[in-house]
């Protein structure tokens, strides 16, 4: 009960932002274009995955005002107002179960990790079994925070763990690790990797399945690879309401393989992977396959 009051309450909370569909200035200028295009995200599901249960608050502003909101709130909140046609979720990240799905096209944002020393055997909980099942088979799109250690994804950080999430998800079909930009860029001001973000590294498989987008943590007050994926979740869904009988596959290779690298400095694959996704370029075809 208390869960789906707070889903509904988050609801509540964005209504007249969503309605106004206002683009902020932490939002990439083709989010305005694909909204003009009707592209908003109707017809897709987004779960957000996190904690929406503990007392843990913090301060932010995503453009309609400063609020003290927990971590899920906020990821929630932010995929929202780049999909604001999407049918939104929200699934507390300690909750037993399975994570459901909808029908049509689902996209689930994991802005958490599960750190464990390497090497150490453990089993997954039913939640993030299902998860990564998903993203095996293709039935979800995964938009998953990269991490905030700045190291290669499934390298050992400071405190000597690895995120198993991370490393469970590597070579899925529909999982994206998401890395953050300090900004959003363009050919006329390049970006660079925030200086916490995890990075692609040397490994082929992940460097396929890693994209970068901007946050502006210096306009929201909100850092981190958390604030990256909710952004892609919210791509994800305007892309899938333009291209309506394509699957989590389809969707997240469209967005992987129209990644830029002109709007990078110094682009390489170790850092960027992919590069950063472009909306625009994801909904320029006619269709996809």
Known sequence: MKLKQLTIACGILLSNVSMAQTVQSWMSPEVGDAWRQNYKGSGVTITVVDDFKS????????????????????????????????????DD?????????????NVLNLSYGMYIAPNVSFRWGSQEQSIISYATNGNAVISKAAGNDAVAVNSVNRNGQID????????????????????????????????????????????????????????????????????????????????????????????????RQDTLVNYNAATYGRGEVSLTRALAPVAIK
């Open 55 to 90: 007392n843990s608050r913090f301060s932010g502003n995503l453009g309609y005002g400063v609020a003290n909101m927990r971590h899920g709130e906020w990821t929630y909140n932010e995929a929202l107002m780049i999909a604001p046609s999407a049918t939104m979720r929200a």
């Open 93 to 105: 990240f300690n909750t037993a179960g399975i994570v459901a799905l909808n029908r049509g096209l």
């Open 164 to 259: 198993a999430l991370n490393y469970s998800l590597k070579g899925t079909q529909s999982a994206i690790f998401v890395g953050a930009l300090a900004k959003n860029g363009t050919t006329a001001s390049r970006a660079s990797m925030a200086s916490y973000s995890n990075t692609a590294g040397t490994d082929a498989i992940v460097q396929k399945q890693f994209l970068v987008v901007g946050v502006e943590g210096n306009k929201t007050g909100l850092y981190g690879t958390s604030f990256a994926a909710p952004i892609i979740s919210g791509y994800a869904a305007i892309v899938g309401s333009k291209f309506t009988s394509a699957n989590a596959t389809q969707i997240t290779n469209q967005l992987l393989n129209t990644a």
